[in-house]
């Protein structure tokens, strides 16, 4: 079976242009964790650290005594987070007021009973209180519009504009006022005007 690999297999849904489009999103499974703050702050920076050494463990699963029955060789999906309020009467430029999910797309043959396998693996090796945090969810978005945003975080507003202009123009509006972000750059290794994050957001009909 080839590789998968979710800049070629799944080009639509990772690799959109940098003008507002509409997309229908498929189900798909995700290991998720959960929590508030600014995301520059340490316990964000703990739970992106687990998620990636989770997802890592059933990547490389292969080289383990029990492979997982129905395992095929894939690259590891980027990073996505759902951005909300936890006040929403405060300002949403007050990143300490962030409500955030983060989550990596996991492979179809992973199942619940094997992500508890790779959770208690994990702990041994890199030990990280947010690994009993995670949980392993079908999320099914529906709908959406989507753009690729190329530069600084702070300026994604200019962006959404864009996108809900595109969304009037064509007979729909935002569902609601969460959004999903999916960092296909490393913020560490990427210069800041460099940097691609796929905006998305759920809409409905007018």
């Given at each position: ?7 070629k ?39 992106v ?45 007050d ?49 959406c519009?989507?753009?690729l ?6 300026d ?7 996108m ?23 913020p ?19």
């Open positions: 079976m080839e590789k998968v690999d979710y800049k297999q799944f080009k639509a849904l990772y690799l959109p242009k940098s003008q507002p489009s509409m997309i229908a999103v498929p189900p798909m499974r995700f290991a998720i964790l959960e929590g508030h703050g600014d995301p520059n702050g340490e316990a964000f920076a703990e739970a650290t687990a998620l990636y050494s989770f997802s890592y463990a059933v990547k490389m699963s292969y080289k383990s005594k029990a492979v997982p029955d129905g395992y095929y060789d894939y690259t590891v999906f980027p990073l996505e987070g759902v951005w909300d309020l936890v006040d929403k009467t405060r300002i949403s430029t990143k300490s007021n962030y409500a955030y999910t983060i989550m990596i797309r996991q492979p179809d043959f992973l199942t619940a009973e094997l992500a508890a396998r790779f959770i208690t693996e994990v702990k041994k090796k890199k030990p990280n209180t947010c690994l009993d945090q995670i949980r392993l969810e079908e999320l099914a978005e529906g709908t519009c989507q753009i945003h190329l530069g600084s975080y702070d994604e507003p200019v962006s959404f504009a864009q809900e202009a595109f969304c009037s123009d064509h007979g729909y509006r935002r569902s609601d006022k969460t959004h999903r972000e999916i960092y296909l750059s490393d560490r290794r990427t210069e800041m005007s460099k940097l691609k994050t796929v905006l998305r957001f759920k809409v409905e009909s007018t």
